[in-house]
């Protein structure tokens, strides 16, 4: 195996998880998100393995937003056909994720209440990301959890830096008051 390749698996690893996270939360489908994130790897390793390993993660990003967004809109054509053809076995496919942000409670931790407190919030952490608009959704997680650059992540987005700050404002915003309990 040449040095390319064993940096090339190396990155592929290093990303792996969180993209399948983002994904995840994108399409509320694991199985689809598996398939986004192979397809994506694939085309990265197809397309892009002979150039600088610095521009690798930038490209892969950027071919990982353009699969969530072509599975957006094959979805929307899907759940166009249902309304007006009537067919229960044209499907969208949302099947909920069990936990889409990964397991990040201590295994070994001795208190079980701790556990299930954690299981919680990430539940609800996950169910206001999907609450947002799939823009703000995936800039939020590039900007939060990939600790992309307002450039990179405006690269791998297709859009301005300004949209990028707008849109990641707004998520927060949200965020912010989606997730702040509720005054009685």
Request: hydrophobic share 40%.
């Amino acid at each position: 195996m040449s040095i390319d390749s064993q940096n090339m698996e190396a990155f592929l690893a290093s990303v792996e998880r969180q993209a399948l996270r983002m994904a995840e939360i994108a399409t509320g489908n694991t199985e689809e998100a598996l398939d986004l994130l192979q397809d994506s790897m694939i085309q990265l390793v197809q397309r892009y393995s002979n150039k600088p390993e610095g521009e690798w993660r930038p490209l892969f990003f950027r071919i990982l937003q353009n699969k969530i967004r072509d599975w957006h809109r094959k979805m929307k054509l899907k759940r166009q056909w249902t309304r007006w053809f009537g067919s229960s076995e044209i499907s969208a496919g949302n099947s909920a994720i069990d936990n889409p942000l990964g397991n990040i409670a201590d295994p070994l931790s001795p208190n079980p209440a701790e556990l299930a407190e954690t299981e919680d919030e990430l539940k609800a952490i996950e169910r206001a990301l999907q609450s947002l608009p799939l823009r703000q959704q995936q800039v939020f997680l590039l900007r939060a959890w990939q600790e992309m650059s307002v450039r990179e992540t405006a690269s791998v987005m297709s859009c301005s830096e300004g949209s990028v700050k707008t849109h990641y404002s707004r998520a927060i915003h949200s965020l912010r008051e989606i997730m702040e309990p509720q005054s009685p």
